[in-house]
């Protein structure tokens, strides 16, 4: 039919609209707003695919034709095939990401499911260190920081859902022009403790490919 096309974060936004979808089933009873829903949930769902073809189209609008649980847990099932996986990288490529940890603690890779993956994350607790890498702009780039638990639930800067969070604070590669050479400025934001979760929950990459580009320059 087609290849796949459809990223984790917008996977994620899709689930989120269906949910959205059958609430109001559950709980409207006109028709004529039940229909208004429908097609909304259609449009919000095209958005996120400004340049799908005609065959992805069909797939993504069937959602307006949904009416059980069952006809919902079916279409999600569907779509899976057609989730980009994240880029295969390796141990080796990572290492080079952050040369100076020389005894750099990487996760096993091929535990991980890339295709809901929109970053790779981990913690060193030895040296309380997150560390995260995204592909931007067709290549790989790696973050490191200081990883502190807050011990307290708010809303993560990346995908923007209420849960358990941390502080990330990395320290930004670019500097003032005639910066001292002891100069740095540290980046700091409130993420997901878990960054399997916010994977979960992540429907925009805009947060985070700004963080991204406010550390790296």
């Not at 009873?29 to 769902?45: F, H, N, P, Y």
């Not at 995260?132 to 638990?149: A, D």
Request: include cysteine.
């Amino acid at each position: 039919m087609c290849g796949p096309f459809i990223r984790n974060h917008q996977y994620n936004d899709i689930k989120k609209q269906a949910g959205n979808l059958q609430h109001a089933l559950r709980t409207i009873a006109d028709r004529k707003v039940l229909e208004s829903v429908r097609q909304g949930t259609a449009a919000k769902i095209a958005e996120l695919f400004p340049d799908a073809s005609g065959l992805q189209k069909e797939l993504l609008e069937s959602i307006v034709n949904l009416e059980t649980s069952e006809d919902f847990h079916k279409y999600l099932r569907t779509l899976e095939p057609y989730i980009v996986e994240f880029p295969p990288i390796t141990e080796k490529q990572i290492q080079k990401l952050f040369p100076k940890n020389k005894k750099l603690k990487i996760p096993n890779l091929t535990e991980i499911d890339r295709r809901y993956v929109t970053y790779l994350s981990w913690i060193d607790i030895s040296t309380n260190k997150l560390f995260i890498v995204y592909h931007l702009n067709g290549q790989f780039v790696g973050l490191e920081g200081k990883y502190t638990p807050t011990n307290k639930r708010s809303f993560c800067f990346i995908c923007n859902r209420y849960e358990d969070l941390a502080l990330f604070s990395a320290i930004a590669k670019k500097r003032p022009a005639k910066a001292s050479a002891d100069y740095y400025k540290a980046v700091g934001n409130y993420l997901c403790m878990h960054g399997q979760d916010c994977n979960k929950n992540i429907t925009d990459v805009s947060s985070l490919e700004n963080f991204i580009n406010t550390v790296i320059g």
